[in-house]
């Protein structure tokens, strides 16, 4: 079963490069990581404290895997100091 992730990100005004740098330095390490397939952030064109990260993982156990990563750990820890609101993560499935 393909696992498709979806996670809408806000930020508070004045961090958007902050998010933007921390998501693109997640993008290499975590396609190397077992059992991922895509993981892409996106930029609201219209709202750059908004962005959408798009992931595939083969599995719900790798993408636990993934939240134990140390890039994951390192990135939870800068979405503390600069998230306007909690992170809205929507797992997907095909039927």
């Known amino acids: 079963m393909t ?4 996670a ?10 902050r998010l933007r740098t921390a998501l693109e330095a997640m993008i ?7 059992g991922c397939v895509v993981y892409q ?12 990260l798009v992931e595939e993982w083969k599995s719900a156990e790798a993408l636990e895997e993934h939240f134990l990563a140390p890039h ?3 990135l939870a820890g800068v979405f503390d100091e600069i998230l306007a609101e909690p992170v809205t993560i929507n797992r997907l499935v095909a039927e």
């Open 41 to 52: 952030p996106f930029v609201d064109p219209n709202d750059a404290a908004h962005m959408v």
């Open 72 to 74: 994951f750990v390192h």
């Open 28 to 34: 290499e390490p975590t396609l190397t990581e077992p």
């Open 8 to 17: 809408e990100i806000r930020v508070k005004a004045g961090q958007e490069d």
């Open 3 to 6: 696992l498709h992730v979806v």
